[in-house]
């Protein structure tokens, strides 16, 4: 008899307890949402979810110190997490229709921009008729946050790209910093293969698996995979054709060492086995990681593809600040970062400064900070080159299917490296990506 | 009924129950769910009814036939390998002179408590251009130039089906050793005495007699395959070109890569039951004709 109470005691308490997990969804919520029991108890604080604490992280704790100054009871709280989890994290909570327990302010990678306003409609703050004035910012930033004739965030930081080049090494193979200036890519190619030849260092590195170069080399023709209208872009588009034409060059010519990911990539120049890299301005910090390189380094403008419209500039990655319009804070996110990052000179040159970060605020270009001389980079004013050159930057619309095209053009890409015909392979990736995308 | 209901299979039923509860809220309604998705189609919260309008788009879909071929692939090529592989191990293991048995037993399992991701980032850095594997090659002289392994279509298949084979091959043996254990060794002197040879005993009597336990092998093996993910994600991200991305990859791909469809993406995972659920009866249906 005892033995029985006590069984349908266990019993009954786990159901209990199991029932309880079920039902109590908002007691859970609210510890969850961190956002909701700060406006409750009066003190003005946002979250935020960003990755990589010591640039993104560091940019808004620079504004929340500068939004101080005059709201003293503002206060921030920045998650830190890596950018797959918090894409990840989003996706999910966002597909679960959970807003609760999402953050005020999220970083949003430019190319998913399209992507998650046109996924979750409704979902984030519409910046239009805020105070924000936007001819302020590159214009190709604005393009990428405008959905609709809407704009959705705060632009932020820019990978403007350049040509990092090893001036030593080039000067041994006979070359100045006069020709590297606004060459084209076969020019460089032709250079690559004078410095393989005399110095035994490759010019470049290439990875089939990774799209940053063939990324860069669309952009700074105004191209892009797909069209503003969401179409694949890959037949009868002149850039796209030149581009692949110079990647197999790149391949063929044996100027480029082969990597598979990012850590070689990096090693390869911070040992010394290349000598230029093309990427964007935020490469500087692992440039200078190679203490012992210092003054050895300079950078040009980006090569250019030789097609009408093709510029010596380019870009690659960058972000922009959303804000999720659920958010119980949203008037005073939304506040917060149109007076700093959507608006302010000081927290540019303060980002510049004290993080390396190259923002897309044209007032700012002409400040002390964006003018200073880098000794790693042989006293080359190379902030205010970067901000020359990402005035250039082409204006493109990144469309909600990025990943989708780049993954189609990686499909054909190592045969197009093995020579199969172009035209051929390229309504072969149009076919595939329109079949991704129905 | 409920007079022949005693009270101890009473007790025992209460113990079933919250069990089952868990399960059928846990397991089967989401399985129920996602069911329902994969009849849906659109972009994140934006989705319609489509009715199976995602099945007839799977059977014309050259990423998942990729992701297919890719895999089962790595199945044909890669288990039959491991299993063999864990079955000879498992034997020496099991020779009674051997020495220092407990340290091979453990050298052996230890890949199998490594963590999924940092195994696959040593691997591909052994296997990196100017990895340690190419150093060694060239070391030897067996190549003259550094091959380009995860660069290469072949190669790269080649060091993800290596590198799984390191990690599994022990967590396989350690089932077959228990199983050989089981072994009355009179069976084995009773072969030597009639005169079979090691190798006859090894087909005649080892293999015949752990055959559950191979069959169990194989059908978590296939499907430990076929949910194949970190690997091929960490080494390769599917590289080069798609020639080495699985479908759990594409599933991945469809909900957090790309624009999300999650209802395409459910019925993607429906695929891989659909296919775990064949294989396995079709494994039984050959290895386990008694019962």
Not at chain 1, 52 to 74: C, M, R, V
Not at chain 1, 318 to 341: H, P, Q
Not at chain 2, 235 to 262: D, V
Request: glycine share 8%; charged share 15%; proline share 4%.
């Amino acid at each position: 008899m005892k033995k029985k109470a006590l069984s349908s005691l266990l019993v009954a308490g786990l159901m209990a307890s199991t029932l309880a997990a079920c039902g109590s969804n908002d007691t859970n919520n609210n510890a969850g949402n961190t956002t909701g029991d700060s406006t409750e108890g009066g003190s003005k604080k946002v979250v935020a979810w960003a990755w990589d604490p010591s640039f993104n992280g560091k940019a808004l704790n620079i504004a929340a110190e500068i939004y101080k100054q005059e709201h003293p009871d503002f206060e921030i709280e920045v998650v830190d997490m890596s950018k797959t989890d918090l894409e990840q994290k989003l996706n999910t909570n966002l597909a679960a229709g959970v807003t609760e327990g999402l953050p005020d302010i999220i970083l949003v990678n430019d190319p998913n921009i399209q992507k998650y306003v046109n996924s979750y409609p409704g979902t984030f703050a519409d910046f239009t008729d805020s105070s924000v004035d936007y001819s302020q910012f590159s214009q190709y930033k604005v393009d990428a946050l405008t959905v609709d004739n809407k704009i959705y965030g705060i632009p932020f930081d820019i990978g403007v790209t350049g040509l990092f080049y090893r001036t030593d090494i080039l000067s041994e193979a006979g070359f100045s910093a006069e020709d590297l200036e606004n060459i084209t890519w076969d020019e460089y190619i032709e250079i690559g293969k004078v410095v393989k030849e005399k110095t035994g260092k490759y010019m470049s590195t290439i990875n089939p698996n990774d799209e940053a170069l063939t990324s860069v080399l669309l952009q700074s023709a105004g191209s892009w995979y797909i069209t503003p209208e969401n179409k694949g872009n890959f037949v009868d588009n002149p850039a796209m054709t030149e581009t692949l034409r110079v990647y197999k060059a790149i391949s063929d010519s044996g100027i480029a060492k082969p990597v598979t990911g990012w850590s070689e990539f990096v090693g390869s120049f911070n040992s010394g086995d290349v000598a230029t890299v093309v990427s964007g301005v935020w490469q500087i910090a692992s440039i200078m990681d190679a203490a012992d390189q210092s003054g050895k380094w300079a950078v040009a403008p980006t090569p250019r593809l030789d097609i009408e419209g093709g510029v010596n500039a380019s870009n690659e990655g960058g972000s922009s600040w959303f804000v999720l319009d659920k958010s119980a804070n949203k008037e005073l996110a939304m506040e917060f970062l149109g007076a700093t990052i959507g608006g302010s000179s000081e927290f540019y040159e303060r980002f510049l400064t004290e993080a390396g970060g190259v923002g897309s605020y044209i007032p700012s270009f002409s400040s002390e900070a964006y003018q200073q001389t880098s000794e790693f980079f042989g006293n080359q004013a190379i902030y205010a080159d970067f901000t020359e050159w990402s005035t250039k930057v082409p204006g493109i619309s990144l469309g909600m299917y990025t990943q989708e095209a780049k993954d189609a053009l990686k499909n054909e890409l190592p045969s197009i490296l093995n020579g199969a015909d172009l035209q051929k392979s390229l309504a072969n990736i149009q076919q595939l990506f329109e079949q991704q995308v129905q | 009924m409920g007079g022949k209901l005693n009270k101890s299979s009473l007790i025992g039923w209460q113990f079933v129950l919250l069990p089952s509860a868990l399960i059928l809220l846990f397991s089967f309604y989401p399985m129920i769910q996602s069911f329902i998705l994969s009849f849906e189609s659109g972009k994140g919260n934006v989705s319609e009814f489509v009715g199976l309008g995602n099945y007839s788009r799977l059977l014309s879909d050259p990423m998942f036939r990729q992701a297919l071929y890719n895999t089962i692939l790595y199945l044909i090529v890669q288990v039959p390998i491991m299993l063999f592989l864990g079955l000879i191990i498992a034997h020496l293991l099991n020779q009674p002179n051997l020495k220092f048995k407990g340290f091979y037993r453990t050298a052996i399992f230890l890949p199998c408590v490594t963590s999924l991701v940092s195994y696959s980032i040593l691997f591909k850095s052994m296997f990196a251009v100017d990895g340690i594997f190419n150093k060694l090659l060239m070391n030897m002289h067996i190549i003259n130039e550094p091959i380009a392994w995860l660069m290469d279509p072949v190669w790269a298949r080649v060091v993800i089906i290596a590198a799984i084979t390191w990690r599994w091959t022990g967590y396989n043996m350690i089932f077959y050793l228990s199983a050989m254990q089981n072994i009355d060794p009179s069976v084995y002197e009773a072969a030597s005495i009639d005169g079979a040879s090691k190798f006859r005993q090894f087909f005649s009597i080892t293999i015949p007699m752990v055959k559950p336990i191979i069959l169990f092998t194989a059908i978590i093996s296939t499907n430990g395959t076929l949910q194949l993910f970190d690997e091929v994600v960490n080494i390769t991200n599917g590289g080069p070109g798609n020639s080495t991305m699985t479908i759990s990859q594409y599933i991945y791909n469809l909900s957090f890569m790309y624009t999300p469809n999650f209802g395409y993406a459910a019925t993607v995972s429906y695929a891989i039951v659909i296919i775990v659920a064949v294989l396995a009866f079709i494994q039984m249906k050959i290895g386990g004709e008694k019962k």
